[in-house]
């Protein structure tokens, strides 16, 4: 008898199967989303930190200084201070609408085409050292540097940052030696009071004005003819007379002296010499 095998017996058995939890499925899913996080996160932070630098190297911080930055153009000079003889519309020409001082009669080695500088301040106090010796420590501003000083009678401007008095023996706006007398002219002996005039120009030296106690008798007055003077302008002769005159401003005073020929037929009394009257 033929043995027959059945077909069940042929076939193979199953392999089993391993059954995975959903659970351990989720654990996974959400620790590769967690590392995907945190190495977006990374590349994003580096990103701001890259960001950042380059601002900071394209615009740097300014600190602010607290000490006021030094002046590397201020100069210090040694003069006497004059009123500035500008008109009204020399003023407005010029720009220098506030102006009423300046300083002159200085010796200056570094600028020998300046007469004189013109006082940009607002200090009233000014007004005090009129006439006497100072030293000024200021800066010259930039647009005056180069402009042309014709115009404004060879003379620039400066910016005040400080001004003390010092003895006038410092400062040299006369003669050191006494002038020579023109031939025939009358020698005065007057009374009066001297007191600071008001420039009429820039460069005209008529800083000093004497009101007499007793008009006298100018036998040649600018007008042609002889003609009663009781105010004179007045220019001391030298520094020595200057310094006296100085000492006595405002007081009555016995002066010396004789009438000269000025600017534009102008007369003044040139002081030889000046005593106070007691």
């Known amino acids: ?43 994003v932070f580096i990103g701001i930190q890259i960001g950042r630098n380059q601002i ?12 006021a930055p030094i002046e590397t153009d201020q100069m210090t000079i040694t003069g ?12 407005q020409k010029l720009d220098l609408t506030n102006v009423i001082y300046q300083l002159t009669d200085f010796n200056r080695i570094d600028k020998q085409d300046i007469n004189g500088y013109y006082l940009l301040s607002s200090d009233k106090t000014i007004e005090t050292f009129l006439g006497t010796c100072v030293q ?5 501003p930039t647009e005056w540097k ?3 000083k014709s115009d404004s009678y060879l003379r620039t401007t400066i910016l005040l940052n ?3 008095q010092i003895d006038n023996s410092k400062c040299s706006p006369y003669s050191v030696n006494p002038s020579e007398n023109i031939a025939g002219t009358e020698k005065l002996t007057l009374r009066g009071i001297v007191s600071n005039n008001n420039r009429p120009a820039p460069d005209i030296n008529y800083d000093y004005q004497i009101k007499l106690s007793k008009p006298f008798l100018d036998k040649n007055s600018s007008s042609g003819s002889p003609q009663q ?8 002769d030298t520094n020595n007379v ?9 007081h009555e005073v016995e002066i010396q002296g004789y009438m000269e020929w000025g600017y534009a037929e102008s007369k003044y009394f040139k002081i030889t010499s000046i005593k106070s009257v007691q």
């Open 56 to 67: 900071l190297i394209q615009q740097p911080v300014v600190v602010q200084p607290t000490i």
């Open 242 to 250: 200057w310094i006296e005159l100085t000492n006595n401003l405002n």
């Open 80 to 91: 006497v201070i004059r009123t500035s003889g500008l008109s009204d519309y020399e003023r």
């Open 162 to 164: 400080s001004i003390s």
């Open 1 to 43: 008898m033929e043995n027959k095998i059945e077909p069940s017996t042929l076939t193979s058995s199953p392999l089993p199967q391993v059954s995975v939890s959903p659970r351990v499925n989720l654990l996974k899913i959400l620790l590769f989303t967690a590392l995907g996080l945190i190495v977006v996160s990374g590349f």
């Open 146 to 148: 180069n402009k042309n």
């Open 136 to 140: 000024i420590i200021g800066t010259e």
């Open 229 to 236: 003077v009781s105010l004179v302008d007045a220019v001391p």
